[in-house]
């Protein structure tokens, strides 16, 4: 039996948007297949034994090339399909995807009852795009046609969200020892840097935009994939799982009871206290995530958005490290008005918040938010900056014209392990400032990322291995 739809994305690890999209559709009834692309040797020929009538790409801003080359392609090979492209970036981007490619449909809002109006009208002889709200298209003599927001979807208990569209066709992905599971959506605060702010205002009025499965669907959806595959590990990967503290207080005892695997969650620093801390660790929490971001409060408060103290963020790691539990920080370089000395202020506020595990990325400027605007009223950015001069990856290319971007970003490649060792940033901090090692410190990047994953997440050094060779392309970024 054909497929309704075949999802199609880049990276080989379950999207939680298609997860969820997956089970309102098989709710009602429709079917649907997926292929990743980094593991199929010929997708055209994947696709075409399928034979899809419609494909739907998840993607995000960082993949828009990617996007627009494959949507060619595939339109080149089986021209009669219908393409539709979902996901952040198709909310934030909905013109600027329809003009840069052959795409038929863009759902510029979140998709579960979207895609299901969707597919019930493009059955039809004489589909009518006009009345489902969510969606951007060109009609036949090129004109765009912007439809109104939909509605947020709230959470079903009815529905439980199954990993198996990708373990029955990519088997090696349950193989992972880490399984990830969301158990909400959005988030309540508003940094400048996150999406989150944004998508905040574009959905204002259209419903509760930060929403949380029942503690009961959500084990029940754990549940479920811990009777079926092996999992030593689990990843709570929630924009901000510590949010309601009543919820997880009911949930993390419940877990214990039924699943009762280690796992690592996110937090942020000025919501943690002692009880929490304490329930996260006897519940089995081995790694907590936050975001440090960067060391100068200046830049963190007034740039980022996000007004948290220095003296907060150290006490929350110290408060974690007391009960056992290891630290692992996001911190990003290449901030605007950044300069060395706030780049090395960045592995200080860490080694002080005793981190186990830094995480480092390069700030992204996405285009027409206000802090990419800032970026371009300081010269940082070009005046006419868009999606098409966006990096690959926000792990090795920086498009900010900021002063000794070589060398922060040299900061940004050792920050791992001058965090993990300060006698080694005691003694060769000074090295950030030569450039002829810029090669050697790429390569010292990439192990650190290898050693992050292997011990945040407690897994072998063969997982770890085996999952940095799937995502490779999110180092050297995609094609």
């Given at each position: 039996m054909k497929p309704d739809i075949v999802f199609y994305q880049q990276y080989a690890v379950p999207y939680f948007g298609i997860l969820a999209l997956n089970g309102h559709l098989r709710q009602k009834g429709f079917k649907a297949d997926l292929i990743i692309d980094s593991l199929e040797k010929d997708v055209i020929k994947t696709l075409k034994s399928i034979e899809p009538e419609v494909i739907g790409i998840s993607a995000m801003s960082t993949e828009h090339t990617w996007l627009i080359k494959r949507i060619n392609l595939i339109k080149e090979a089986i021209p009669e399909v219908k393409i539709i492209v979902g996901g952040v970036h198709a909310i934030f981007y909905p013109v600027e995807i329809l003009k840069s490619a052959p795409v038929d449909i863009v759902c510029h809002s979140e998709g579960e009852e979207v895609l299901v109006k969707l597919l019930e009208e493009l059955v039809k002889s004489s589909p009518d795009l006009s009345k489902i709200d969510g969606i951007a298209y060109s009609d036949k003599s090129g004109e765009i046609h912007l439809n109104d927001r939909a509605m947020l979807v709230p959470f079903n208990d009815e529905i439980i969200e199954d990993r198996d569209i990708y373990y029955n066709r990519y088997p090696q992905i349950a193989q992972d020892e880490v399984h990830r599971f969301f158990s909400s959506r959005g988030c309540p605060y508003k940094c400048s840097f996150c999406?989150?702010?944004?998508?905040?205002?574009?959905?204002?009025?259209?419903?509760?935009?930060?929403?949380?499965?029942?503690?009961?669907?959500?084990?029940?959806?754990?549940?479920?994939?811990?009777?079926?595959?092996?999992?030593?590990?689990?990843?709570?990967?929630?924009?901000?799982?510590?949010?309601?503290?009543?919820?997880?207080?009911?949930?993390?005892?419940?877990?214990?009871?039924?699943?009762?695997?280690?796992?690592?969650?996110?937090?942020?620093?000025?919501?943690?206290?002692?009880?929490?801390?304490?329930?996260?660790?006897?519940?089995?929490?081995?790694?907590?995530?936050?975001?440090?971001?960067?060391?100068?409060?200046?830049?963190?408060?007034?740039?980022?958005?996000?007004?948290?103290?220095?003296?907060?963020?150290?006490?929350?790691?110290?408060?974690?490290?007391?009960?056992?539990?290891?630290?692992?920080?996001?911190?990003?370089?290449?901030?605007?008005?950044?300069?060395?000395?706030?780049?090395?202020?960045?592995?200080?506020?860490?080694?002080?918040?005793?981190?186990?595990?830094?995480?480092?990325?390069?700030?992204?400027?996405?285009?027409?938010?206000?802090?990419?605007?800032?970026?371009?009223?300081?010269?940082?950015?070009?005046?006419?900056?868009?999606?098409?001069?966006?990096?690959?990856?926000?792990?090795?290319?920086?498009?900010?014209?900021?002063?000794?971007?070589?060398?922060?970003?040299?900061?940004?490649?050792?920050?791992?392990?001058?965090?993990?060792?300060?006698?080694?940033?005691?003694?060769?901090?000074?090295?950030?400032?030569?450039?002829?090692?810029?090669?050697?410190?790429?390569?010292?990047?990439?192990?650190?990322?290898?050693?992050?994953?292997?011990?945040?997440?407690?897994?072998?050094?063969?997982?770890?291995?085996?999952?940095?060779?799937?995502?490779?392309?999110?180092?050297?970024?995609n094609d």
């Open positions: 999406y989150n702010a944004n998508i905040h205002d574009i959905f204002h009025g259209k419903g509760k935009y930060v929403r949380q499965k029942s503690v009961s669907n959500f084990l029940n959806e754990i549940e479920l994939q811990h009777k079926k595959y092996s999992m030593k590990s689990v990843f709570f990967y929630d924009d901000l799982f510590t949010f309601d503290k009543k919820w997880l207080a009911e949930f993390l005892i419940k877990y214990k009871e039924k699943i009762n695997v280690p796992f690592m969650c996110t937090t942020r620093a000025n919501l943690i206290d002692e009880n929490t801390v304490k329930i996260l660790k006897d519940a089995g929490c081995r790694t907590v995530s936050f975001g440090v971001e960067t060391g100068t409060y200046e830049i963190r408060s007034k740039i980022l958005k996000k007004d948290i103290s220095d003296q907060k963020i150290i006490e929350c790691g110290n408060l974690f490290n007391k009960y056992g539990v290891k630290v692992q920080t996001a911190n990003m370089f290449c901030l605007p008005d950044e300069t060395v000395k706030d780049a090395l202020k960045t592995i200080e506020i860490n080694i002080k918040t005793k981190t186990d595990f830094a995480f480092s990325a390069l700030f992204m400027p996405f285009p027409k938010t206000a802090i990419t605007e800032y970026c371009i009223s300081k010269g940082y950015l070009k005046s006419d900056y868009d999606i098409i001069d966006m990096p690959a990856s926000f792990l090795t290319d920086s498009v900010l014209k900021i002063p000794d971007k070589k060398k922060i970003m040299n900061v940004h490649f050792l920050s791992y392990f001058f965090i993990k060792h300060p006698f080694l940033f005691k003694t060769f901090k000074w090295c950030v400032r030569i450039s002829f090692f810029n090669k050697i410190y790429y390569y010292i990047f990439l192990l650190s990322n290898l050693l992050r994953h292997k011990g945040e997440r407690g897994i072998s050094f063969f997982a770890a291995i085996r999952f940095a060779w799937r995502l490779r392309k999110s180092f050297k970024g």
